[in-house]
């Protein structure tokens, strides 16, 4: 059974930094594109980053690039999301999902980040 289990929400200030984890389960980490999925209240999904199923080819939307780093550990079986410089409107639900040719066919139960002063 395929799982990912998000964990690193919390609450932080404007400026703060957080960085968030994916553990994966039930199948072969290393041969899938991770991806990671915001959504913020009374939003529809937003997509964040996506990294290569080697760790070798990293991509952004604008709205975080240059403070958002998405990272992973195959011998681990986990992808991150370090965010950095973070903004009230990085406030969402954060998901990690599973990339299977152009589709996002699994996703885990998400982690909470609130960026408030």
């Known amino acids: 059974e395929v799982q990912l289990v998000e964990s690193g929400g919390g609450m932080v200030q404007p400026g703060g930094s957080l960085r968030l984890s994916c553990a994966a389960s039930?199948?072969?980490?290393?041969?899938?594109?991770m991806t990671w999925v915001r959504q913020a209240p009374g939003k529809g999904p937003e997509w964040v980053s996506t990294i290569n199923f080697g760790g070798g080819s990293t991509y952004y939307a604008d709205s975080v690039k240059g403070r958002f780093t998405i990272s992973r550990d195959n011998t681990k079986n986990t992808t991150y999301l370090q965010m950095n410089s973070l903004k009230p409107e990085d406030t969402a639900q954060y998901y990690c999902?599973?990339?299977?040719?152009?589709?996002?066919?699994?996703w885990g139960k998400g982690t909470l980040v609130t960026v408030s002063s």
């Open positions: 999902a599973r990339r299977t040719g152009s589709y996002l066919e699994y």
């Open positions: 039930g199948f072969t980490f290393s041969s899938y594109d």
